[in-house]
């Protein structure tokens, strides 16, 4: 199996403390103005992706649905996660581009 960039660039922000993961501390995150990129699980229920694509569009904060729980969460050492929010704005952007070219954003501004 061919490795993934875009899990292995959030692995490394997440081994560097730079990631919020479950839906209450990607929330607190997103709302504090500590998110610089949501990823949401691709098998995440229609109301949660629904949550976080409004909450991430209203704070013009970029987002994707990418992977699904499982691997969302392996990438960072977790068990299963529907969502997780880069805290750092190099390493999120870093991920924005493997995102952009697996043609995976959703630009919610450009913060």
Same mark, same amino acid.
């Given at each position: ?27 607190? @995150?997103?709302?504090?103005?500590? @998110? ?9 229920? *229609? ?17 994707? *649905?990418? @992977? ?44």
């Amino acid at each position: 199996m061919k490795p993934d960039n875009v899990l292995s660039m959030i692995g490394i922000a997440a081994r560097g403390g730079n990631v919020q993961s479950g839906e209450f501390s990607t929330e607190k @995150a997103v709302k504090g103005g500590k @998110a610089y990129l949501t990823v949401i699980a691709s098998d995440a229920s *229609e109301n949660t992706k629904k949550h976080f694509r409004d909450m991430c569009a209203y704070r013009d904060i970029p987002y994707a *649905e990418y @992977a699904d729980k499982e691997r969302l969460g392996n990438c960072i050492g977790k068990k299963h996660r529907a969502s997780l929010a880069v805290t750092d704005e190099h390493l999120a952007k870093a991920v924005m581009n493997k995102l952009t070219q697996a043609g995976q954003l959703n630009n919610g501004g450009n913060k």
